[in-house]
């Protein structure tokens, strides 16, 4: 079984991944790359991410937020991320990566941003 | 109190989650609280996917070998490979903004950051050797 749930919505043109689970090194960050790597394939490049529902993450789970940004800043989209607990927050302070990420704790909020 | 578990881990990445789960056994088995849990799972989970990935490569023939030590003074936690070793301070620093977007190195930050004590030495044996220290948790 896997460790992580990703389901996909849509809202307008922004495509929002609900992430239940663990991303961690091994099958999670697998995953969630193959998610990213597919959407992006089919033109979708507004992606909003939920952590909301990741209880654990480790730094192989960050390096592939972290490459999921990249990948889609490459095909000329964005990525932003929403409801970070406070572990998740915690780790991407100490990386100093909340200066890099879009995060947002309202989903409306966050849609709106892409406009 | 002092209590000692060993474990031998082949090198996949099975042994992450194999070494995380004993962590957290050993940590709440000693009465240590969930401050206690939340660093040392991840302290494990780095230490041990360092040594199956960098340290052994993979290598089916060598194992990881993890060491929890309770304590008066708190919990250690010993993890040693049979890889070839390395500089930790050569390493990059991954909050350097050149490094920021690199997709791997934060591992080693985290154990820093939420152990008091972390060092590497190399085995008269082979291989390297992270003994990490948490503090706390009086027995």
Redesign the interface.
């Known amino acids: 079984m896997s460790d992580i749930t990703i389901s996909e919505r849509k809202a307008g043109d922004v495509t929002i991944l609900d992430l239940d689970g663990k991303v961690t090194i091994g099958e999670g960050s697998v995953a969630l790359r193959t998610t990213i790597r597919r959407l992006l394939g089919d033109g979708k490049n507004k992606i909003l991410m939920n952590l909301g529902g990741v209880g654990y993450i480790d730094s192989s789970g960050i390096g592939e937020l972290v490459s999921s940004f990249t990948a889609v800043n490459k095909e000329g989209g964005t990525l932003k991320l929403l409801n970070l607990t406070q572990k998740i927050q915690d780790l991407l302070a100490i990386t100093k990566l909340l200066t890099v990420f879009d995060v947002y704790d309202d989903e409306g909020t966050a849609l709106s941003s892409f406009n | 109190m002092s209590e000692t578990k060993e474990l031998r881990l082949p090198s996949r ?2 042994s ?2 194999e070494a995380a789960s004993q962590a957290e056994t050993f940590v709440k088995d000693n009465g240590l609280g969930d401050d206690f849990v ?1 660093a040392i799972d ?1 302290a494990v ?2 230490s041990v ?1 360092n040594a199956v990935k960098h340290g052994n490569k993979f290598d089916p023939e060598k194992e990881v070998e993890v060491t929890f030590l309770r304590s008066p003074k708190g919990v250690e936690i010993v993890v040693r490979d049979f890889g070839t070793g390395f500089d930790p301070e050569a390493l990059p620093d ?2 350097d903004p050149a490094n ?5 190195g ?2 080693i ?2 154990m820093r ?1 939420f152990m008091d004590e972390v060092q590497w030495s190399s085995h008269d044996g082979g291989g390297m050797v992270v003994r990490m220290r948490k503090s706390g948790g009086e027995g």
Do not use: H
């Open positions: 990445i099975e992450v989650d939340s991840l989970r780095e996917a991954p909050t920021l977007l690199k997709a791997n934060r591992g930050l985290f950051s």
